[in-house]
Structure formats: structure tokens, C-alpha cells
């Protein structure tokens, strides 16, 4: 019986997240939780384990497409995914039935606890959260401006676990209480309301949510506006693209430069990595053995992308690599996004969170020169920190890639630059994902975006190559977007916001204490002495008081 509940459970989170996308059965998840949770017979949590991990194989499989050893990371990183929801339903039910905590504080208070690992352990992977489901429907998910995508997960968990709780079990009975000033709450004649109470604050929680959205929704305010182009590219890439290949990415985005610039914007943006010239950067004068360019000619190969920026007649922001060469023997590459206009080249972000076996492997330092994953990753550099971009009259912070996933960067971007005087009103992404053939990589990907917008009150631009290119507003609506597997200029206006939320101030310390609580439940959920844990007075098994072990009989 418990065995169904979990296969629905895992299915029905599947089913609520793309392709399918049925958004309300996200709500119906935790419903079947919290029967797993208050159930008295001991969950078997090697099944759990495992109908985890098929969840992830079906969710995150598009891992395994850049290359057939790609597979190997899909399968490691599926088996790490797979610890956190036996990790949630253990703390959850040491919470409920040992510490008698509410379940509808318990529940959504080990969710939490247990995402904030997630997103932080080994750094982080946020793909596929509980709330993602939701990124289509705004008044749902304005609350992020207060406690982030967490606090949207919390919601959805407690208003399931409410709604939950009236299915019936039969759960070990209590020892009469104590008279107290909640007697009367406890008492036979209030069990129908008890049962009650549960799923009606969950309706009061859901509705409440609504009616902070729609307020946040229909909010105005007078703030400049700026035309933006983010391309979209429909160029598949490979770990060994033919020699031809660069020319085609180049033909295909200069064609669409031409055309976003019919529209007078104030900045066209490149996706990642698709501009084939490298940036050259020297320090100290270092340069290698066999570059024989002098300064003026190094000076000259710079200017050419702003000549490329005067053609077209509006600022770019390029995706492409940068080449640092500090006097080492191979030059630092790294993942980069240039500004330009007619007058400067620069400034340029270079990207700080970098994706492990994709951009890096950990102690590489220690593998021979011929291991089969340096011959698949080349390595790059993290850059140093967050750079303001101009755009119009204001500024943009830009992050690339799978840094949208990470939100407590997001948050450090933003206010990284407030501190120094240059408040970001615009959030912009470039991304690559023609790694992974059209899958619902791109859906989920979008689905990060739409939160980052309103944890940080900012209008967010994605342009992307083999996914969505996208206009978001700070609210989390998706103005303008492309077309699945099109090549096309997505334009359109925004407003520059000022980043100033709850989120902003608070940050992520209410997820933290989240996961202090699932830690401490963890070491007595795993077989402290007895006599540590507190007595539970049920009749059914009579209880110690002095040592808080079952009594012989």
C-alpha cells in the first residue's frame, strides 16, 4: 500500500514538471507525503531510494546527451539527487511522531531544509525543485520576493500536507491529556473540527498566496524603459563540431544582429559562447612563445569588436571566451560576455561558477595528462566577481549559464553591485543549451529564470542558443519568447527596476535554521540512546517516564 503512494508520489512530481507540465498535481505531491509521513508502519526507505532515482534518471536525463560518457555523471549525479527525499521523509516523520511536531510545520520545514542542501552541497543543483512547477503561474509564486523559491516550495507543501491529513489512518492513541488551558481542544467532542482545521488553513494559506500575488501583480510604477534584443540561436553543439561549424554559428548570428538592429534597441545580446573570436588578454606583458603580434596589433584586434558594434549600430553584449595569458605555459580560458559599443570595448564578466565536468574536474591537478575526462572537459577559470554592464541609462548585472540555478548568487551579484554604487535594474543570462537536443532541459532552465526575476525584483533577458531566448519582467511574466528549435531576435521592452526585497534583506537564513532542524532530527532519527528521545505516551506501548524505554510487556 505505502508502495503505491510512493510510485504516485514520484510520478506525479514528474508529471507536474515539463514536458507535461500539469502544474496542479505539484499541489497533489505532498498530499501523498504526508500519508507516508503519519503512516505508523516503518517506510522501507531502500524503495524510497530507489523510486528517487528513477525520478531524477527521468527528469535530468538530458545530461547524457553532449557525449556517451556524459552518461557516467548522469547516473552519479542521480544517485546523489536520490538521498534527499528519504533524508525528507525520515527528518519529517522523526519530527511528527517523536517530537510531535504539526505536520504542516514539519513537513514543509524539512522540505526546505533538505533543498537548501541541495542547493549548496558540491555547487548546487536546483533543476527540477517542487516549486518549478509553478513558474507559469505568477500569482502563485510573488511570495519568492519574501522568502524565495523556498517559501513557495513551503506553501506548496503545507497546503498539501493540510489537505492530506484528512485521509484517514489509524494512528497509535494518546493518554488522556492533562487538564490544561487546551483541553477542550483535545477533548472527544472537537475531533471533527481537528480533522477540519488541517485542510482549512491550507485553502486560508493557498488563498492567501493568491491574494498576495494578484496585490504584487497589479502594481504600477513609473520607471524607464528600455528596448532589448536577446538572440536565439537553434544550432546543436558537439564535443567535436566540424570545421565548418564555427562559420555557420557566426552567419546565423550576424544575420540576427542585422535584424534585431532594425529595431533601435539599446542592447543586443549574444548567447554564450557563440561569438568564434576569442578575446586575447595579456598581464605584465606576458604573451606566448610563438604570438609575435605587437601591442598596436593586439590593440587593433581588440577595437574590431567595437568596428563590429559601429556596423551594426547598437551596444552588444558578446558571448565567448576570453584567452588570459599570464606568462604560463597554456593560456587561462575563460567563459566570458563582453560588452561593446562604438566607443568602448568592455567592461567584461567573466563566469564564477563554473559546471563541474563540464567546465572543471575536481583535483585535476592529480589525474595524468590522458585521463579520458581531460580530453572530454576542457577546464576553464572562474572569474573573480560581479561586473555592472550599461544598458541604456542604468545598469545590468549578466550571469551565464547554469549560474541562474544558483540563487543565493543571483542575490550576491546584485547586491555586490549596490554596495559599489552601480545598482543593477536588469538581469541578464546567456546560455548554451544546443547540448542538449531541445529536451525539457530548456523548460526547466526557463523555470529558473522566472524566480530570479522575483526573489530580486528585477526584469530578467535570457538569450539562449538551442533553448529559450526570453523577456521576463520583475514580476516573473514572460513578456516575449522564442520559438522551440527557432532562430530569431527576441525583442522587447522592460523597465528598469530598483532591487530592494524582503529576500534582498533576509537572504537565506530562514532555510538555514531549516536545515539545522533536519540535522538534528537526522541524529535522532539514526538510533541515539533511547533514553535521549522523548517519551511518547502512547497506550499501546506503555513508556518509562524516568528512563524512556518501553517497559517489559
Known amino acids: 500500500m505505502l508502495g503505491a503512494f510512493l510510485f504516485l508520489a514520484m510520478f506525479f512530481y514528474w508529471a507536474s514538471l515539463p514536458p507535461l507540465g500539469v502544474w496542479p498535481l505539484a ?8 500519508i507516508l509521513i503519519r503512516h505508523p508502519s516503518a517506510l522501507k526507505y531502500r524503495y524510497v531510494y530507489v523510486a528517487t532515482f528513477a525520478f531524477w534518471l527521468a527528469s535530468i536525463w538530458w545530461i547524457a546527451c553532449p557525449h556517451p560518457l556524459t552518461a557516467l555523471g548522469l547516473i552519479a549525479l542521480a544517485a546523489f539527487l536520490a538521498i534527499y527525499w528519504p533524508l525528507f521523509l525520515v527528518t519529517s516523520r522523526v519530527a511528527v511522531h517523536r517530537f510531535r511536531i504539526p505536520l504542516m510545520v514539519a513537513a514543509p520545514l524539512c ?8 542547493n549548496h552541497l558540491f555547487g548546487g543543483f536546483s533543476f527540477c525543485a517542487l516549486e518549478h512547477a509553478l513558474y507559469l503561474q505568477p500569482r502563485f ?18 497546503v498539501g500536507t493540510g489537505i492530506g491529513m484528512l485521509w484517514p489512518i489509524k494512528e497509535p492513541t494518546m493518554k488522556e491529556p492533562r487538564a490544561s488551558a487546551l483541553g477542550w481542544w483535545k477533548s472527544p467532542g472537537t475531533q471533527h473540527v481537528r480533522r477540519l482545521a488541517p485542510p482549512l488553513l491550507s485553502i486560508t494559506i493557498l488563498l492567501a498566496t ?15 524603459t528600455i528596448r532589448v534584443a536577446a538572440l536565439q540561436g537553434n544550432i546543436p553543439v558537439t ?7 564555427p562559420y555557420e554559428v557566426l552567419e546565423q548570428f550576424t544575420n540576427l544582429t542585422a535584424k534585431a538592429a532594425a529595431d533601435r534597441p539599446d542592447l543586443i545580446i549574444w548567447p554564450e559562447t557563440v561569438c568564434p573570436y576569442s578575446f586575447l588578454e595579456l598581464q605584465n606583458g606576458a604573451k606566448p612563445e610563438d604570438f609575435d603580434w605587437t601591442a598596436e596589433q593586439l590593440a587593433d584586434h581588440q577595437a574590431e569588436f567595437g568596428r563590429f558594434a559601429q556596423s551594426t549600430g547598437a551596444p552588444l553584449l558578446l558571448g565567448l571566451s576570453t584567452l588570459r595569458f599570464d606568462g604560463k605555459s597554456q593560456p587561462q580560458r575563460l567563459n566570458s560576455a563582453l560588452y561593446v559599443d562604438t566607443k568602448n570595448v568592455g567592461p567584461r564578466y567573466d563566469k564564477v561558477r563554473l559546471v563541474m565536468f563540464g567546465e572543471y574536474i575536481p583535483f585535476s591537478w592529480l589525474l595524468p595528462d590522458d585521463f579520458f575526462l581531460k580530453s572530454l572537459c576542457v577546464e576553464a577559470t572562474p572569474g573573480e566577481k560581479p561586473v555592472a554592464i550599461p544598458v541604456g541609462n542604468g545598469w545590468a548585472v549578466v550571469n551565464i549559464c547554469f549560474e541562474s540555478t544558483i540563487p543565493h548568487w543571483i542575490r550576491e551579484q546584485v547586491l555586490t553591485l549596490k554596495r559599489q554604487g552601480t545598482p543593477p535594474g536588469l538581469l541578464i543570462n546567456i546560455s548554451n543549451d544546443g547540448w542538449f537536443w531541445f529536451s525539457q532541459q530548456i523548460d526547466q532552465h526557463l523555470a529558473t529564470h522566472v524566480f530570479r526575476a522575483i526573489e530580486n525584483g528585477l526584469p530578467y533577458i535570457t538569450a539562449t542558443n538551442g ?5 521576463i519582467d520583475k514580476r516573473g511574466r514572460i513578456q516575449k519568447i522564442g520559438i522551440r528549435r527557432a532562430a530569431e531576435a527576441v525583442v522587447g521592452e522592460v523597465k528598469l527596476a530598483h532591487p530592494d526585497t524582503l529576500y534582498h534583506r533576509i537572504g537565506d537564513w530562514p532555510p538555514f535554521v531549516c536545515t ?19 517519551c511518547r505516551h502512547l497506550k499501546t506501548a506503555s513508556c518509562n517516564r524516568t528512563t524512556g524505554t518501553k517497559s517489559p510487556d
Open 27 to 34: 499541489f497533489v505531491v505532498p498530499v501523498l507525503w504526508t
Open 111 to 118: 522540505w526546505v531544509g533538505c533543498e537548501f542542501l541541495r
Open 141 to 158: 509564486l510573488q511570495i519568492a520576493d519574501i522568502g524565495g523559491g523556498y517559501l513557495v516550495a513551503a506553501m506548496i507543501v503545507a
Open 210 to 224: 493568491a491574494f498576495y500575488g494578484n496585490i504584487r501583480l497589479t502594481e504600477s510604477d513609473e520607471l524607464p
Open 239 to 245: 564535443l567535436n563540431p566540424p570545421l565548418k561549424h
Open 467 to 471: 533553448g529559450f531566448s526570453a523577456v
Open 516 to 534: 539545522i532542524f533536519i540535522i538534528l532530527f537526522t541524529i535522532f532519527g539514526a538510533g541515539v540512546p533511547a533514553k535521549l528521545l522523548p
